[in-house]
């Protein structure tokens, strides 16, 4: 059963213009999102987190977004740079158990 | 400091080989993790160890083996490759459960290719 999902592939964006990249999950005894970054031929990155008590978290350039009751979670990236081109994965967890991923979004960044 | 390392990083088995993935961290770090990523697909946890010489199962272990002799290395056997286990494989670390205190650190993955 996929408890987390990226429903987009992938995603086209602008230099300088706003990316969206979003996250549903099915499992409400999830208590802490995370998003990893994926560059070819690389491990993922831990990029942002946000624990289930908070509806938002900030750092930089990136902001996640926590919807409980629609069980949904966004990551937005403002401005994006050619250089955030990479696959980007959501991913939750109940403390103590096993963290689940989402399949991925592709974001390409044009210049 | 070179974080989590994975050998090799390509190999290609012939249905029924065995191998050996290994798998090192040089961050001190108790908790150790496997996960394969097949095409399409978000990571799933094959085993994971919480220290050495403690292991455990996590979603999708039924094909491999792993051991935990040392805190720093954390090697996935592979008995009697099947085409289904070809994927790419990382390994990862954290020192607390990853979680809201803890980030796992990834290593570059090893891809594996059973034919």
């Known amino acids: 059963d996929q408890q987390v999902k990226q429903n987009s592939p992938s995603l086209s964006v602008q230099e300088g213009r706003i990316s969206i990249l979003n996250c549903d999950y099915t499992?409400?005894?999830?208590?802490?999102f995370l998003w990893y970054k994926k560059y070819p031929a690389e491990g993922p990155t831990f990029l942002i987190s946000?624990?289930?008590?908070?509806d938002k978290n900030e750092d930089g350039r990136f902001t996640v977004f926590l919807n409980k009751s629609a069980k949904h979670l966004s990551l937005h990236i403002v401005p994006s740079q050619p250089g955030d081109s990479a696959v980007y994965f959501c991913?939750?967890?109940?403390?103590?158990?096993?963290?689940?991923f989402g399949a991925g979004t592709r974001l390409t960044v044009k210049p | 400091n070179a974080g989590v390392t994975q050998t090799p990083k390509f190999r290609i088995l012939k249905i029924g080989q065995s191998m050996t993935l290994q798998c090192t961290q040089d961050?001190?770090?108790?908790?150790m993790y496997w996960y394969r990523q097949d095409p399409g697909m978000g990571l799933k946890l094959i085993y994971y160890?919480?220290?050495?010489?403690?292991?455990d199962k996590g979603e999708v272990p039924n094909g491999y083996n792993v051991s935990r002799s040392t805190t720093e290395d954390f090697p996935l056997r592979l008995e009697l490759a099947a085409p289904s286990q070809t994927s790419v494989y990382f390994c990862?670390?954290?020192?607390?459960?990853?979680?809201?205190?803890?980030?796992?650190?990834f290593g570059p993955g090893t891809r594996l290719l059973v034919l």
């Open positions: 961050m001190n770090h108790n908790y």
């Open positions: 160890s919480v220290g050495a010489g403690i292991t």
């Open positions: 499992n409400s005894m999830f208590d802490y």
């Open positions: 991913a939750a967890t109940v403390w103590g158990g096993d963290m689940r």
């Open positions: 946000i624990s289930s008590i908070k």
């Open positions: 990862a670390s954290s020192y607390g459960i990853a979680g809201e205190q803890e980030t796992q650190y």
